[in-house]
């Protein structure tokens, strides 16, 4: 018999749970390969330390509440361990739908995005980065231009109080662009 075959049946054989016929020739196996040998003795010893173990008290209903419990935790442990980085949001990639390809692509463009955009300041490229031109408007023009739009609206639409009047007064003394 193979190493291979006897590793695999060491336990069984510890618990005295094979076949006479194997539990012999796993015992002959033992016999000849001492790194087996050194295995089945090891896991003998652990055995004969649980064993040792003084017995807990469990609750009437443990057996009920394992067996409950029992199939979840061996689906989870059966289980493919999940893959971090970028080779988790590949294997994410490839095991679904389009909305996935965004979900990997959106992050990845984002950062692209941002990358150029720092580059882009770096080496001064022209609209790229925080405007150091002057305001494309000044401010007395805007308020000038906010008041003629208030009074064109203001002849329009007549207004209870006076503010068409303080407005009409404001864009004469104010200079046009």
């Known amino acids: ?48 330390a649980l064993q ?11 057996t009920r509440q394992l067996r409950r419990h029992l199939p979840v935790a061996v689906a989870l442990s059966r289980r493919a361990p999940a893959r971090t980085g970028l080779a988790g949001w590949l294997s994410y990639l490839r095991s679904g739908s389009p909305r996935r390809f965004g979900a990997v692509l959106a992050p990845i463009a984002v950062g692209l995005s941002v990358l150029l955009y720092v580059w882009g300041m770096h080496l001064g490229l022209p609209g790229v980065g925080p405007a150091t031109a002057e305001p494309v408007i000044s401010e007395d023009a805007y308020l000038a231009a906010m008041a003629r739009e208030h009074a064109s609206y203001a002849t329009k639409q007549p207004l209870a109080d006076s503010s068409a009047a303080i407005l009409r007064v404001t864009l004469a003394g104010t200079k046009a662009p």
């Open 1 to 48: 018999m193979r190493c291979s075959r006897v590793r695999k049946l060491l336990t069984d054989y510890t618990d005295e749970a094979l076949s006479i016929g194997v539990e012999e020739q796993v015992r002959q196996h033992l016999g000849g390969c001492r790194e087996c040998a050194a295995l089945a003795a090891d896991l003998q010893s652990a055995v004969a």
């Open 52 to 62: 040792s173990l003084p017995r807990l008290e469990t609750s009437p209903d443990f």
